[in-house]
């Protein structure tokens, strides 16, 4: 064993297998992310142990007689139940992206087995997701309505980044901040502000031919509740299933976004790295 404090060199390569994260946990479980207004992504894991209890108590064939579909409950209705689709997956895929007619709402998923009688065996459920719109709002907060002669400050004022929110308030926001442009632009093209025309893109006065345009990113993702998640190494406040989203600025250049887990009893840590360039031409 070598001495405390002195550094000893090996030759010993790191082993590549441990660059590579298991293919499960060990525990049947399903999670939903919305992606946008027509998408959500859920993933799963199916266990050996559950598999073997539903071959058990329904026979050892129904893994081959039923089909194996993913149930997307709409949850917006009375009562959290608006009817239900399915979609056919296969289970050991472990992923899916599911599309939907109607954004704005909330689902559910749960993997299961629809038996040749048309009698559904739930095996795992999903936590609730709600799909931002896909229409601009039309509550608008009168704050915006307000022009302020330096509009860079405005567009900080709007909100550059929102930490821990849930999808259906980014996607608030998000219209808020669309609400504010097309007001800041209406009345700077009535009234002639030249300071903003420069800034923003905006016309001359007494032209009607305009166009502004704004960008900005979403980042979300899922962990376990409990963890300790940091991105660009601020600390990120989960939802109570572990899900967490962001909303950010986006300017022009390569903006870097390290993504950092580590589970509550400091044993396990996970890194994803994002990069994502703008360019305004």
Not at 98 to 123: D, K, M, S, W
Request: glycine content about 10%; overall charge negative; some cysteine.
């Amino acid at each position: 064993m070598p001495t405390s404090g002195v550094l000893v060199e090996t030759a010993e390569r790191p082993d590549s297998g441990r660059k590579e994260l298991p293919r499960g946990y060990g525990k049947t479980m399903a999670a939903l992310l919305p992606r946008d207004p027509d998408w959500m992504f859920v993933y799963w894991e199916i266990t050996d142990a559950t598999m073997a209890a539903i071959a058990g108590e329904r026979g050892s064939g129904v893994f081959t007689e039923a089909r194996q579909v993913l149930r997307v409950h709409d949850m917006s209705g009375p009562g959290g139940g608006a009817g239900y689709f399915d979609v056919p997956v296969r289970f050991e895929a472990g992923s899916w992206y599911v599309h939907v007619l109607n954004g704005g709402r909330a689902y559910r998923c749960e993997l299961g087995l629809v038996t040749p009688a048309g009698e559904f065996i739930g095996i795992v459920a999903s936590n609730t997701a709600v799909l931002p719109s896909a229409r601009v709002s039309d509550l608008t907060d009168e704050r915006w309505l307000q022009v302020s002669p330096d509009f860079e400050k405005l567009l900080e004022l709007s909100g550059v980044e929102y930490i821990g929110k849930g999808s259906g308030e980014v996607a608030k926001s998000l219209a808020q901040r669309w609400e504010m442009l097309l007001s800041v632009f209406s009345r700077a093209a009535s009234w002639g502000v030249s300071s903003l025309s420069s800034r923003a893109g905006l016309p001359p006065a007494g032209k009607s031919f305009r166009l502004a345009a704004d960008c900005e990113l979403v980042l979300y993702g899922a962990t376990e509740p409990d963890a300790f998640v940091t991105v660009a190494g601020r600390r990120v406040k989960l939802n109570p299933d572990g899900t967490f989203s962001m909303r950010f600025a986006l300017p022009d250049g390569v903006t870097d976004l390290p993504i950092n887990a580590m589970s509550a009893d400091e044993k396990e840590a996970r890194k994803i790295e994002l990069s994502v360039t703008r360019r305004t031409a």
